[in-house]
Nanobody
Framework: QVQLVESGGGLVQTGGSLRLSCTASGRTSSVYRMGWFRQAPGKEREFVSGISWSGGSTSYADSVKGRFTISRDNAKNTMYLQMNSLKPEDAAVYYC????????????WGQGTQVTVSS
C-alpha cells in the first residue's frame, strides 16, 4: 500500500501563486509515476500534470502549460506542483495520485487539498 498526503492548498488572488506538495509513504518502491488531478464543483475530475518517479518525464494538460510546473524530490518522497498566474478556473480540489508497477491507471489517491482563486 502507498499513502499520499497533499498540502499547500489555500486561497489566492487571480494572478497569484501556490505550491502544492504530495508526500508518499509506505510501499513507494512500487510507484513508477505520480500525478496531479483536480475536480471543480459539478465537473469531472481532470488530469493536470504527471511525472515519472525519476522525474525525467513530465506531462501537462493544455490548460496549465506554461503556468504550472511539476517536480519531485526523491529523497523526501515528495512531489510538488508550482502553480503560477492562477485563474478563477483553476479553483478546485487538487488530488495527488500514483501508479504502481503493473497498473496502467492511477491506483493510489490522496484526500485532496482545496485551491480557491478569488477574482
Amino acid at each position: 500500500q502507498v499513502q499520499l498526503v497533499e498540502s499547500g492548498g489555500g486561497l489566492v488572488q487571480t494572478g497569484g501563486s501556490l505550491r502544492l506538495s504530495c508526500t508518499a509513504s509506505g510501499r513507494t518502491s512500487s510507484v513508477y509515476r505520480m500525478g496531479w488531478f483536480r475536480q471543480a464543483p459539478g465537473k469531472e475530475r481532470e488530469f493536470v500534470s504527471g511525472i515519472s518517479w525519476s522525474g525525467g518525464s513530465t506531462s501537462y494538460a493544455d490548460s496549465v502549460k506554461g503556468r504550472f510546473t511539476i517536480s519531485r524530490d526523491n529523497a523526501k518522497n515528495t512531489m510538488y506542483l508550482q502553480m503560477n498566474s492562477l485563474k478563477p478556473e483553476d479553483a478546485a480540489v487538487y488530488y495527488c495520485a500514483a501508479k504502481s508497477v503493473g497498473r496502467q491507471v492511477y491506483n493510489y489517491w490522496g484526500q485532496g487539498t482545496q485551491v480557491t482563486v478569488s477574482s
